[in-house]
Nanobody
Framework: QVQLVESGGGSVQAGGSLRLSCASS????????MGWYRQAPGKQRDLVAT???????NYADSVKGRFTISKDNAKNTVDLQMDSLKPGDTAVYYCYARLYITSYWGQGTQVTVSS
């Protein structure tokens, strides 16, 4: 079992920055992959960024160069630094963890970017 709690969402103007953080109840060094997904109203949940136990990262094309995913094994947290935010980044952001074949999700945190 993995429990995930997100923090750091909010409202910002276009061009601004936000940092999301996800705290895991389980040591993230034992979790295969962690990351962030987002879901805008009326749309499907899409991948934003992931990071593996080995530190390999993967980003959606739409956020490459603007978002950075990182993890802190000592704190059991995974962060998403979001810079140069655009109105199109507005969504509920969900923390994700994959442990073997099971996926876990956080409750989500709202990010709103105004023009």
């Amino acid at each position: 079992q993995v429990q995930l709690v997100e923090s750091g969402g909010g409202s910002v103007q276009a061009g601004g920055s936000l940092r999301l953080s996800c705290a895991s109840s389980r040591s993230i060094g034992t979790i295969n992959t962690m990351g962030w997904y987002r879901q805008a109203p009326g749309k499907q949940r899409d991948l934003v960024a992931t990071i593996t136990t080995g530190g390999n990262t993967n980003y959606a094309d739409s956020v490459k160069g603007r978002f950075t995913i990182s993890k802190d094994n000592a704190k059991n947290t995974v962060d998403l630094q979001m810079d140069s935010l655009k109105p199109g980044d507005t969504a509920v952001y969900y923390c994700y963890a994959r442990l073997y074949i099971t996926s876990y999700w956080g409750q989500g945190t709202q990010v709103t970017v105004s023009s």
